[in-house]
């Protein structure tokens, strides 16, 4: 018993021995004993800068091309909540016949706006209502509504056209001008000149440059040049 004993501890003994040994040599090979810290703990993550798409088309030029019908088929959205036709009643929003050029917050009657929208003052302007669809808690923080907004240009674009086909609307911005040619890019024709101009006196080094071309001879019978005359089949 006594050597079966001793035999256990032995490599009980040794197995640790070698544990720890094998613990030493990996600390050494990857620092465990003094980790690296990097500079900025985390991972980087290469996300688009915000605010770094392109904008688009501008509001005018929207508006030239909004479609009332396409516009009446996003609107959709909203009956749930909005009535559009003229004397229709309010329900969880205000009725919205002829919002266009009204003050905000306050062109139903009768209906309870939030105070954030009571209290934002300005019109339903183009720019305004844009806005708002858009995203109506950013344009009113507090608001009310629920809904979170149309994020493509062009349905809200054609929403504000259905709408103002139900009650009118003030003049649409206009489209932005195209940017002009960037300084210093060349334009079509520039740096040409403006060319022979027929009856104009003729400068030394273009009667120069012509002195150099074959010149016409005249025939002994006064019509047609010798080179005419050589190209004449059969003479």
């Not at 979170?148 to 932005?176: F, H, Q, T, W």
Request: charged fraction near 15%.
């Amino acid at each position: 018993m006594d050597d079966r004993t001793n035999t256990t501890f032995g490599w009980i003994l040794g197995a640790g021995i070698v544990a720890l040994g094998a613990s030493i040599a990996s600390g050494m090979v990857f620092h465990a004993d003094k980790p690296e810290m990097p500079e900025k703990p985390g991972y980087f993550v290469d996300a688009p800068e915000e605010g770094a798409e392109d904008a688009g088309p501008d509001l005018g030029t929207l508006l030239a091309s909004a479609d009332a019908t396409a516009g009446e088929a996003v609107f959709a959205k909203c009956t749930a909540c909005h009535t559009i036709n003229q004397g229709g009643a309010n329900g969880i929003g205000p009725n919205l016949y002829g919002v266009f050029g009204k003050a905000i917050g306050a062109h139903a009657a009768g209906f309870a706006y939030s105070s954030a929208l009571s209290g934002h003052g300005g019109q339903w302007t183009w720019e305004n209502m844009n806005e708002w669809l858009k995203s109506p808690r950013a344009f009113a923080s507090g608001t009310k509504m629920s809904f979170a907004g149309l994020s493509s240009p062009e349905d809200r674009a054609n929403v504000m056209e259905y709408i103002a086909s139900n009650g009118g609307a003030p003049a649409k911005p206009a489209p932005a001008a195209p940017e002009a040619a960037a300084e210093g890019e060349a334009v079509d024709g520039a740096g040409e000149g403006p060319g022979a101009v027929e009856g104009a006196p003729v400068s030394a080094p273009e009667a120069a440059g012509a002195m150099g071309a074959e010149q016409p001879v005249p025939s002994e019978g006064g019509g047609a040049t010798r080179n005419e005359s050589a190209a004449k089949p059969g003479t």
